[in-house]
C-alpha cells in the first residue's frame, strides 16, 4: 500500500532560524511527489512538483529536493509568515489513478 | 485567473440528513477530485471526475456520491449524514498532473 510518512508532526522555529521538513514514501515507482501549503481552515496551497531524483526545486525561502525514497523540504531564514501546515503528497504510477497520497503534514510555527 | 471555487462554505446538518457541495474548477481545467479532510486526519482521496465521468474512488461508502457536469463542475452528495462525516471537504483540479485546491467546505453534523 502507497504511504506518505512527514516528520516531525510539529516544528517550532525562532525567526531566521533555518530547518528541513522530512518525506519518506513507499510506493512502486513515483509520477510525482507535491509540496502544498495549508493555512488553519483553508485549503491547501501548491508550492512545487518533484519528478525524478536529484531534482530540485526554489521558491523565496524554501527549497525542495527529491530521493528514491524521501523528499525534503529546506527553509531558509523563515518569517513568521511562513508559518503553515506543510504538506506532502505522492501520485501513484498506474495511468489512471490520478489520485494523491497526502502525509498527515508537519505543523510549522515561526517565532519573532 | 480565478481558482477553483466551493459552496458553500460552511454547512450543518443532522444525522440522516442528505448534504450536497458544489464545485467549480479553474477555466480549462477538465478533471476534478474530492477529498475529505478530518480533524486530526491528513487529506483522504474521495473521488476523481474526468469529462463528465468518475475515473476511480477512494476507500469510501457508497452514500458518498457525485457527479460531473458538462461545463466540468461537480457535485459531492453525502446521504445518511453520520456524526464523523464532518469534515473539510476539499476539491481540486488539474491539468495536466497539478491539482490545484479550493477553499473548502466545512460540513458539521450534528
Known amino acids: 500500500e502507497d504511504q506518505v510518512t512527514q516528520s516531525p508532526e510539529a516544528l517550532r522555529l525562532q525567526e531566521g532560524e533555518s530547518s528541513s521538513l522530512n518525506c519518506s514514501y513507499t510506493v512502486s515507482g513515483l509520477r510525482g511527489l507535491f509540496w502544498y501549503r495549508q493555512d488553519p481552515g483553508k485549503g491547501p496551497e501548491f508550492l512545487f512538483t518533484l519528478y525524478s531524483a536529484g531534482e530540485e526545486k526554489e521558491k523565496e525561502r524554501l527549497k525542495a529536493t527529491l530521493t528514491k525514497k524521501e523528499s525534503f523540504l529546506h527553509i531558509t531564514a523563515p518569517k513568521p509568515e511562513d508559518s503553515a501546515t506543510y504538506l506532502c503528497a505522492v501520485q501513484p504510477p498506474f495511468q489512471g489513478a490520478q489520485k494523491l497520497v497526502f502525509g498527515q503534514g508537519t505543523r510549522l510555527t515561526i517565532n519573532p | 485567473e480565478a481558482g477553483v471555487t466551493q459552496s458553500p462554505t460552511h454547512l450543518i446538518k443532522t444525522r440522516g440528513q442528505q448534504a450536497t457541495l458544489r464545485c467549480s474548477p479553474i477555466?480549462?481545467?477538465?478533471?476534478v477530485y474530492w477529498y475529505q479532510q478530518a480533524l486530526g486526519l491528513g487529506l483522504q482521496f474521495l473521488l476523481w471526475?474526468?469529462?463528465?465521468?468518475?475515473?476511480n474512488r477512494g476507500n469510501f461508502p457508497p452514500r458518498f456520491s457525485g457527479r460531473q457536469f458538462p461545463n466540468y463542475s461537480s457535485e459531492l452528495n453525502v446521504n445518511a449524514l453520520e456524526l464523523e462525516d464532518s469534515a473539510l471537504y476539499l476539491c481540486a483540479s488539474s491539468f495536466p498532473e497539478t491539482q490545484y485546491f479550493g477553499p473548502g467546505t466545512r460540513l458539521l453534523v450534528l
Open positions: 471526475y474526468d469529462e463528465g465521468e468518475e475515473r
Open positions: 477555466s480549462g481545467h477538465t478533471s
